[in-house]
């Protein structure tokens, strides 16, 4: 047996051997078909083991029968099974967007006589979702996000695998829909909700309702409430059930006051674990984030620039085990302006200091809080809530209601409405000129909200993600970030401060900042002689100062380098040319083949990085022709452009259509030649 999995894997090497063999040198190679064998050994225990036995869901009958099933009790079929639900909403989310629509959905199925319940499939057991099609009426709901270039969220890698795996035509009892939260500017535009949908198809599912697309670049929140809207009267002609919606609680969670629990038993900011801050133990994740000692931070722009950007550097000691890479990316937990929490506690006037628990109405529901309790008040708007993002028309709705003035409550719900009037007016007053909650209060002075209800309401406030900008080979006890500072007026008058960099600017060398690694697919080649061209204007160049550094450390080892070339971009010279003398240094001591800098606004026509691309054919093409190309930086203008001017430079020296260097492109993306690390 063991023979013919290791058969397996040579087959798939051998497939992969003369592309690998361009990229590595044989001692290299030697040694990573060494590592091969180490995981066919493993490969083999894994595969040896006895085949998991799935219930053959054709004898069971046409509505199955449950008397045959033995779910523990806490499990999903157990919990769905206890108290007589019938929907179940997944969700992919990596913001939480996907689970406040997921929670929304299953909230929703109670108005019809249904009984839903949001699952987060990283808590359950896969197989459940076979014996989910022994539920009568059973229906299944995909919230799914795309994350990044087209991956799957953290919470749904090990769901979207199984479905992967998962035999055709198991699932062909369960009933199923799927909304996909994506953003158009992304070139993977919403690929893991496509790819569940038709996935479900394939297993034999059926869809009872079309597939949503979310856009996060328009108004994904529009998105959803038109698909919903359309949904449920579907779903209810489907199942032959009354479509006139009952109205009932949408509240989630109850007010438990708290006023008796010890000070020691109080959340204080911790993002899971209870004194988590205090006593740190590895490893160091999501939910588990390490209080690093800032190091450094400095402002790259020179005086004259209107702007900062910070360079940061975070101490990561052997102890806390954190180990990254090149092209990984650095999660920060950042806290509301306390100046901000001051104001909403005037707008509501309350008692933030108030100790109080969330608890969750459906108490067969993993999720029992909405955020760690018991806390205060003060400490859930500090580190908890994200308080300065535009509230959805969900959010706006619900706040109408405890208007006492008629005309304000009416404006609030005309926000709401699926109408012409009320989304221009939506996406103007609240989008257009960046309302916060805060905001919304600060005019609509009759919201007498209570607090409980608010903090259900507010959705988390999220890590932010920033691209490395060191080598670990370089700097293998810290690691460093480049962020720009977010700071802008609205054309209302009104002035935004990014919630995460305006916090970093005040992290002076000495104070911590929460933090952890994110893994990348953003990788140099393997060997250090292939070319490499990068892309990045402004704080693009973050993962580009790492890579560099990589490649100086390997010169330094007496490994050859491949042509490494930088495409970087900012306003003016003097102003904002970010990491210039290391730039230089690497240039002069030809760690950096070709260096070449767009500099925007230091003449009357404005030059961006696609613009000297265009210069630059001939090396661009070399590189292309035996490299790599990386691609940092707004995904929304700059990447696109750049990415037609490769396939126009394709096109024309390699003598080929349009269409011919378009498919050429895709082809280096797909195996892993051009990779991109964009945001909107």
């Not at 709901?141 to 090990?158: H, I, L, S």
């Not at 910070?310 to 937990?333: C, N, W």
């Not at 093409?621 to 035996?626: R, T």
């Not at 020296?653 to 011919?660: D, E, L, P």
Request: hydrophobic share 35%.
């Amino acid at each position: 047996m063991f023979a013919t999995h290791f058969k397996k894997i040579q087959i798939i090497l051998n497939t992969f051997t003369m592309d690998i063999l361009a990229q590595l040198g044989m001692p290299e190679y030697m040694l990573m078909s060494m590592g091969a064998v180490v995981v066919a050994y493993y490969g083999y225990k894994k595969w040896s083991k006895p085949p998991k036995v799935l219930i053959n869901v054709q004898q069971l009958g046409s509505h199955g029968d449950s008397s045959t099933l033995s779910p523990s009790a806490s499990g999903l079929i157990g919990k769905m099974k206890k108290a007589n639900r019938n929907v179940a909403v997944f969700y992919g989310s990596q913001t939480g967007t996907g689970e406040e629509f997921a929670s929304r959905l299953a909230r929703d199925a109670q108005r019809y006589g249904m009984k839903g319940m949001a699952v987060d499939p990283e808590e359950i057991d896969l197989e459940d979702i076979v014996q989910l099609q022994d539920i009568d009426n059973n229906l299944v709901v995909f919230c799914m996000a795309t994350y990044g270039e087209g991956e799957p969220t953290d919470n749904c890698q090990d769901f979207i695998n199984w479905l992967k795996e998962t035999e055709d035509g198991s699932l062909s009892r369960l009933n199923y829909t799927v909304f996909g939260l994506g953003n158009r500017t992304y070139e993977h535009y919403n690929k893991m909700g496509k790819f569940v949908d038709q996935r479900m198809e394939e297993l034999g599912a059926k869809r009872i309702y079309q597939l949503g697309l979310g856009d996060d670049d328009g108004n994904i929140e529009e998105d959803f409430v038109t698909w919903r809207e359309l949904l449920w009267p579907e779903v209810c002609h489907y199942f032959k059930i009354d479509s006139t919606a009952c109205e009932v609680s949408m509240r989630q969670y109850a007010l438990l006051p708290s006023s008796d629990i010890n000070a020691n038993k109080l959340y204080t900011g911790e993002i899971a674990r209870l004194h988590s801050y205090t006593t740190q133990k590895p490893p160091f994740d999501a939910k588990n984030p390490y209080l690093s000692e800032v190091i450094r931070n400095d402002n790259l722009h020179r005086p004259g620039s209107r702007r900062i950007c910070m360079h940061l550097e975070f101490s990561i000691p052997p102890e806390t085990k954190i180990r990254y890479e090149t092209g990984d990316h650095l999660a920060v937990f950042p806290t509301n302006s306390t100046q901000l929490v001051e104001r909403l506690a005037q707008l509501i006037n309350q008692d933030i200091d108030t100790v109080f628990s969330l608890v969750n109405l459906d108490e067969e529901s993993s999720k029992k809080h909405p955020f760690p309790c018991p806390t205060t008040y003060r400490t859930a708007f500090t580190h908890y809530l994200d308080i300065t993002s535009p509230p959805t028309t969900f959010v706006v709705g619900e706040i109408a209601e405890y208007c006492e003035d008629a005309k304000e409550k009416e404006f609030l719900k005309t926000l709401t409405q699926a109408t012409v009037e009320g989304k221009k007016l939506y996406a103007e007053w609240i989008r257009g000129d960046q309302r916060s909650i805060i905001a919304v209060l600060e005019e609509m002075r009759s919201c007498k909200i209570p607090l409980d209800h608010l903090c259900e309401l507010l959705p988390r406030l999220q890590a932010r993600y920033y691209s490395i900008s060191s080598s670990p080979k370089m700097n293998p006890r810290s690691v460093h970030i480049t962020a720009v500072l977010t700071d802008y007026t609205t054309r209302v008058g009104r002035h935004v401060d990014g919630v995460a960099t305006s916090w970093l600017l005040n992290k002076q060398p000495g104070s911590t900042v929460p933090i952890y690694v994110r893994k990348s697919q953003f990788r140099l080649p393997m060997k250090s002689s292939t070319p490499v061209l990068m892309v990045g204007p402004g704080t693009g160049l973050a993962p580009f100062r790492g890579f560099i550094q990589e490649r100086d450390w390997l010169m330094q080892q007496g490994r050859p380098l491949g042509n490494t070339v930088l495409f970087f971009g900012c306003r003016k010279a003097h102003d904002d040319y970010i990491y210039r003398d290391e730039l230089e240094d690497y240039v002069a001591r030809s760690v950096l083949s070709n260096l070449f800098v767009a500099f925007s606004r230091d003449q009357n026509e404005k030059i961006y990085v696609q613009h000297i691309l265009r210069e630059h054919a001939d090396i661009v093409y070399e590189v292309i022709k035996k490299g790599n190309i990386y691609v940092c930086g707004d995904a929304r203008h700059m990447a696109k452009d750049v990415h037609d001017v490769l396939e126009n430079i394709i096109a024309e020296k390699g003598n080929m259509s349009h269409q011919a260097a378009s498919d050429h492109l895709k082809s280096l993306g797909t195996r892993g030649r051009y990779s991109c690390d964009v945001w909107s």
